[in-house]
């Protein structure tokens, strides 16, 4: 078992399996023979053209968190060929509190969102009528859409789409729409 381990029985094992390339003996002249073998010498020398066959399972190695595929809710209001612009809006969350609140500490409300029963969504219109405005909303999205503006709005938490009401303020040619906030922990959080 001796004579397996000595340097020499090493190379003549590798010239046998696999003969030397005279480019890789004159890359590997100024190295010491121990560290001129490795596990990849053995074999024959596989050529730059011999590529992995690719399969339906490779992955796609770019930077994107998700795919458009993925992203289905809300994209049927996406036109790309509509050249109106996105009016300027204001999500604000509201909640209802009383001197209990504030000044007791009676209740379990505080400032956090999780305690905010509606949100506002404030959306500035200039040069926009009352008629001209058509309003969907749905429980995570809201579409606006006016002959100047249009907007697809995905909102931070799902809302009743029924049970909210719009105000269209004329002096600041504003629409304000209040939608009640629906999440699965309000009857704990707001009692």
Request: include cysteine; charged fraction near 25%.
């Given at each position: 078992?001796?004579?397996?381990s000595?340097?020499?029985t090493?190379?003549?094992?590798?010239?046998l399996?696999?003969?030397?390339?005279?480019?890789?003996?004159?890359?590997?002249?100024?190295?010491?023979?121990n560290?001129?073998?490795?596990?990849g010498h053995?074999?024959?020398?596989?050529?730059?053209?011999?590529?992995?066959?690719?399969s339906?399972?490779t992955?796609?190695y770019?930077k994107?968190?998700?795919?458009?595929?993925e992203v289905a809710?809300?994209?049927h209001?996406?036109?790309?060929?509509?050249?109106?612009?996105?009016?300027e809006?204001?999500i604000?969350?509201?909640?209802?509190?009383?001197?209990?609140?504030?000044?007791l500490?009676?209740?379990?409300?505080?400032?956090?969102s999780?305690?905010c029963?509606?949100m506002?969504?404030?959306?500035?219109l200039?040069?926009?009528?009352?008629?001209?405005v058509?309003?969907?909303?749905?429980?995570?999205?809201?579409?606006?859409r006016t002959?100047k503006y249009?907007?697809?709005l995905?909102?931070?938490?799902?809302?009743?789409s029924q049970?909210?009401?719009?105000?269209?303020?004329v002096?600041k040619?504003?629409?304000?729409v209040?939608?009640?906030?629906n999440?699965?922990?309000?009857?704990?959080?707001?009692?």
């Amino acid at each position: 078992m001796e004579g397996l381990s000595s340097i020499n029985t090493l190379h003549a094992l590798s010239a046998l399996l696999s003969p030397p390339d005279e480019d890789e003996e004159e890359d590997c002249a100024f190295v010491t023979s121990n560290a001129k073998l490795g596990p990849g010498h053995i074999g024959p020398a596989k050529s730059a053209e011999s590529k992995p066959a690719a399969s339906a399972y490779t992955k796609n190695y770019s930077k994107a968190i998700w795919s458009e595929e993925e992203v289905a809710e809300g994209a049927h209001f996406d036109d790309i060929a509509d050249p109106r612009p996105q009016p300027e809006y204001d999500i604000i969350l509201k909640q209802s509190v009383g001197t209990e609140d504030i000044f007791l500490g009676m209740s379990r409300k505080d400032p956090s969102s999780m305690c905010c029963e509606n949100m506002v969504v404030k959306i500035k219109l200039p040069g926009t009528k009352v008629a001209e405005v058509i309003l969907d909303v749905k429980e995570t999205f809201l579409d606006l859409r006016t002959p100047k503006y249009k907007l697809g709005l995905h909102l931070p938490h799902p809302v009743h789409s029924q049970e909210g009401n719009a105000q269209f303020i004329v002096e600041k040619e504003e629409l304000e729409v209040t939608l009640p906030m629906n999440r699965l922990l309000d009857c704990i959080n707001l009692a």
